[in-house]
């Protein structure tokens, strides 16, 4: 994979380049781009690596991962564009920006591969899905694979459905921590300690977490398996039913689905 060049050294690109070293990679093969001084000071003082201009960076990696604000992304790509080789990969974790976007600002023929990252790739628990552009090979699919698993679990998907995984993944952290929130007020009402409400509803939504994915088993099959007739939990989810959460969860995210087609200019 050569050298890795990361362009913005905000909290995703600090998460990518932390997650990258605690894989083994090694850090004299990792380089970041940071506008700010004393940012890359701060980077390059705890991490072990170099900062770089722009320029400098396209020039020396292999594989150049673009993790600026989407309003600055066609500023980079004009100023990084005639150093980007036929060899070099592209991987974009800017939100909305299309690999048709990326490759008109670069020479022809280039490699993108466009990612939809999302927040639990801080404790190396993300969901990262990849979709690769025009000119992109298999082997540049699993490139940046294999760069993103450093953080958590990855998967293809066609492009189209960007939108919905940005919906879905990549602002459902967002979704779970409103409800998490909800469910420890709910706690603190009925009278307990607010520490107790959230070690209670932390370790409760870790544990069914882990068993969505160790049982394999469809949530509904799960959900029934809590819900004994005539019970709390029956008593409860008939509430929720009666102010349709589920059909406004749907409706949340085909929301936010339509915004992200919205800031993607599609």
Avoid: W
Wanted: proline fraction near 5%; glycine fraction near 10%.
């Amino acid at each position: 994979m050569g050298t890795v060049a990361i362009f913005g050294a905000g909290v995703m690109g600090e998460t990518l380049l932390s997650g990258l070293l605690r894989a083994g990679r090694p850090a004299d093969e990792l380089v970041i781009t940071e506008r700010r001084p004393e940012r890359a000071a701060e980077l390059t003082e705890t991490y072990g690596v170099r900062a770089v201009s722009n320029v400098d960076a396209a020039a020396e990696a292999e594989t150049l991962i673009l993790v600026v604000k989407p309003q600055d992304m066609a500023a980079l790509l004009d100023e990084i564009g005639p150093h980007v080789g036929e060899a070099n990969l592209v991987v974009s974790l800017a939100a909305g920006i299309t690999t048709d976007f990326i490759e008109s600002h670069l020479p022809e023929g280039r490699s993108v591969v466009r990612v939809m990252p999302n927040t639990p790739a801080l404790v190396d628990q993300g969901m990262a899905a990849i979709s690769g552009g025009r000119h992109c090979l298999p082997e540049h699919l699993e490139q940046a694979r294999g760069l993103l698993a450093a953080t958590g679990k990855v998967t293809e998907v066609p492009e189209k459905l960007q939108d919905a995984v940005t919906a879905m993944s990549g602002s459902g952290p967002a979704y779970i921590f409103y409800v998490v929130e909800a469910m420890i007020e709910a706690g603190v009402v009925l009278g307990m300690p607010r520490a107790t409400a959230t070690e209670l509803v932390t370790q409760t939504l870790f544990g069914a977490a882990t068993m969505l994915r160790e049982t394999g088993q469809h949530p509904t099959v799960l959900r029934e398996q809590v819900t004994s007739p005539g019970g709390t939990t029956a008593a409860a989810l008939r509430v929720l039913d009666d102010h349709k959460v589920r059909a406004a969860f749907v409706s949340a995210i085909e929301a936010a689905a339509v915004r992200s087609r919205e800031l993607s200019g599609g």
